[in-house]
């Protein structure tokens, strides 16, 4: 969704929830007693502060300042949508967003609270936006074109110099964003043991980073394939101005589409099985499967739910699917195993988890994105947009600094016979 288009429908729904909002707002703040970890203040124009939790020596302590009423009711009724979108227009700030999202993150009580109170009246219909978002193959076309369709140079503004929009992985803390992403893919190198002449497909392109690493210091002969029009020219671009153009190939199909039997030496997707959806998890991988020579190797790096409550997420939506991903899925380690032991002959080899590493990688993003919020390309600079932006990477990094979500690289490797 637009930001203009978001903030024509928030002003709508504003004026309708407005009347009720003291209501909401004290059913809220009784929540907020509730909090057992980190201090949270709340300011508001012509009330006094109120503070909330506790201050231990290594816990956050937040501002939270309201600066529309509207506020209580958009969270109250939306939950992190409603959060978030509220982030957006300016009806409330903070003085430090990832440490908020921290602290009703690590006070489950709170959090489950406030989702299974009168955010039960408006969920029916985000999830009824979320299941006409299936990622068929038409409704994978529109749903990556949504996000990754955005501009190059809008990525360009907070990605590392390759356009690398996935976990990194630092083996050090101070270990740059550039250095973490080239860590990142020569593990997964390492990891299926490349070697030259061998020919690898990798489901998800990206912006051409992965394809180019493999391909120039590997010498593998690389398919790479996307559904977005930018990414794609993008990449075919960079493969040509590398003089890698007989070892890379570039296409802009489904992987539904791919025909052939026993093709790939290995097969690498990267932070792609997202964009599958949980219909479509098997025929994901048995794909895969098809495609495999026996013997193969499999790469898959992708973000997960805990298995505990998968069931729950899976039936409702949230601020990422409803504004950022249309159509994407985060996936749980058992729905990967379960689908890969129905539907193929792979078995599980290898099984890293690099949360913490998302965290970091997200945390180097904001900064990024921050320091450069005022020289975005025109198209950009609404702030509505900035603010959506802003509130979708530091939530996200709170989420992984709290192991609500992680990010794991599975290896497969497909049984001979």
């Avoid at 290594?58 to 509207?70: C, G, M, R, W």
Wanted: net charge neutral; with cysteine.
């Amino acid at each position: 969704m637009s930001a203009d288009a978001m903030v024509t429908t928030s002003a709508s729904y504003g004026l309708s929830v407005r009347w009720f909002s003291g209501r909401l707002r004290s059913a809220l703040l009784r929540r907020f007693e509730d909090l057992q970890w980190g201090s949270l203040e709340v300011r508001e124009t012509g009330r006094s502060p109120r503070r909330f939790g506790t201050q231990g020596a290594s816990e956050p302590s937040v501002v939270l300042t309201v600066n529309d009423p509207a506020t209580w009711a958009y969270v109250a009724l939306g939950a992190d949508i409603g959060a978030g979108q509220s982030y957006a227009l300016g009806m409330w700030d903070t003085s430090d967003l990832r440490d908020t999202m921290r602290i009703f993150l690590r006070n489950e009580s709170v959090l489950s609270g406030i989702e299974s109170g009168w955010s039960r009246l408006s969920m029916p219909l985000y999830r009824w936006v979320h299941r006409n978002r299936d990622n068929s193959q038409a409704g994978s076309r529109r749903n990556i074109a949504a996000h990754y369709d955005l501009g190059n140079d809008f990525f360009g503004t907070f990605l590392d110099e390759q356009l690398l929009y996935s976990a990194a992985v630092f083996p050090t803390p101070e270990t740059s964003l550039e250095d973490a992403q080239v860590e990142k893919m020569d593990r997964i190198c390492r990891n299926l043991d490349l070697q030259a002449g061998q020919r690898v497909l990798e489901i998800g392109s990206g912006w051409g980073g992965f394809a180019l690493h493999a391909a120039s210091r590997y010498g593998v002969h690389v398919r790479t394939i996307t559904l977005s029009q930018e990414q794609f020219a993008h990449t075919r671009q960079l493969v040509a101005q590398h003089g890698l153009s007989d070892r890379v190939e570039v296409q802009l199909v489904d992987y539904r589409d791919l025909e052939g039997q026993g093709v790939y030496d290995h097969v690498v997707s990267i932070e792609m099985i997202e964009a599958v959806g949980h219909r479509h998890m098997a025929t994901y991988l048995s794909t895969i499967d098809r495609l495999l020579r026996p013997g193969g190797g499999v790469m898959i790096q992708g973000i997960t739910f805990p298995d505990r409550g998968f069931e729950r997420y899976l039936k409702m939506s949230d601020f990422i699917r409803h504004f950022i991903f249309p159509g994407g899925s985060l996936v749980s380690l058992r729905q990967v195993l379960d689908a890969a032991a129905v539907a193929t002959r792979l078995e599980m080899q290898h099984l890293e988890d690099i949360g913490q590493d998302y965290a970091l990688t997200l945390r180097e993003w904001a900064a990024r994105f921050q320091a450069t919020r005022g020289t975005l390309p025109e198209p950009y600079q609404d702030a509505a947009f900035q603010r959506l932006w802003l509130f979708y990477l530091q939530s996200c990094e709170a989420c992984f600094l709290e192991r609500r979500t992680s990010a794991v690289q599975i290896g497969f490797r497909k049984a001979m016979q």
